[in-house]
Nanobody, 126 residues
Framework: VQLQASGGGLVQAGGSLRLSCAAS????????IGWFRQAPGKEREFVAA????????FYLDSVKERFTISRDNAKNTVYLQMDSLKPEDTAIYYC????????????????????WGRGTQVTVSS
């Protein structure tokens, strides 16, 4: 199983980045995919998630209206379009996968996710 995150980098505040998560080694269509992030000195937090069909998406309040998660099941890839970036978005971003869906606000809970990829660094300068 592999979740390969890419697309991170250094950008000025107000700029945009698009992260990609390329998956392999499991039946991608069966899995919800999400993104978590961890800033220096802070706990890891949920950012966004999308169900297997793409019919439902979920976001951290602070990124709503700025970030958009989408998926292309034909390419086994999930995207996180990040616009209007702020310095507080600086973090390592991790791609995660969960078979099916959980109960309630399952996407906030790290232990719900079955697979984790290595992160990609996003740095937003002021």
């Amino acid at each position: 199983v592999q979740l390969q995150a890419s697309g991170g980098g250094l950008v000025q505040a107000g700029g945009s980045l698009r992260l990609s998560c390329a998956a392999s080694g499991f039946t991608f269509d069966d899995y919800a995919i999400g993104w978590f992030r961890q800033a220096p000195g802070k706990e890891r937090e949920f950012v966004a998630a999308i169900t297997w069909s793409g019919s439902s998406t979920f976001y951290l309040d602070s990124v709503k209206e700025r970030f958009t998660i989408s998926r292309d099941n034909a390419k086994n890839t999930v995207y996180l379009q990040m616009d209007s970036l702020k310095p507080e978005d600086t973090a390592i971003y991790y791609c995660v996968a969960k078979k099916g869906v959980g109960y309630g606000t399952w996407y906030f809970r790290e232990y719900e996710f079955d697979y984790w990829g290595r992160g990609t660094q996003v740095t937003v300068s002021s």
